[in-house]
């Protein structure tokens, strides 16, 4: 991810630079460093702001970290921006909202997170699909169906 900025920086090449952010803000994410991930994907997306599919991409990520930082109402923005773009993030998406939503307590939360879950085993998902399938376990629920790969 690292190289990828730089060569992108280098090069002047504004899409490989916001995909190196979106991938610096996902390891830091994963590494729990949250203000750190927060700052590369907010770069991320200020940099796609004519890019759809790259502002969707850098907004996916961007959620999640903002929901473990507690501020929802700003993921939930993110939510509604991404699910008006392009379709692919909206898969990764949709595991958000419904993390969000068990998080919120919301009663709809294990029905949403089954809908999103069949969409996603549907369209071969599989990445957003296991985070589904681990959601459902881990707020008590066993998912009906998932991938087998």
Do not use: W
């Not at 379709?87 to 068990?102: G, V």
């Amino acid at each position: 991810a690292e190289q990828s900025l730089r060569l992108g920086r280098l090069m002047g090449h504004r899409e490989l630079v916001v995909t190196g952010l979106i991938g610096l803000g996902s390891v830091l994410h994963v590494r729990g460093k949250l203000e750190e991930a927060r700052s590369a994907l907010v770069e991320a997306l200020n940099n796609a702001f004519d890019m759809p599919i790259f502002i969707s991409s850098a907004a996916v990520r961007l959620a999640p970290v903002l929901i473990d930082l507690g501020e929802f109402d700003a993921a939930e923005e993110l939510h509604r921006l991404v699910m008006e773009g392009p379709e692919m993030p909206k898969f990764e998406c949709r595991l958000s909202i419904a993390r969000l939503a068990f998080l919120r307590r919301d009663p709809q939360a294990e029905v949403m997170a089954r809908e999103s879950l069949a969409l996603a085993v549907e369209a071969g998902h599989l990445l957003s699909a296991r985070g589904l399938e681990h959601l459902l376990a881990s707020y008590g629920g066993a998912p009906a169906t998932g991938p087998r790969s």
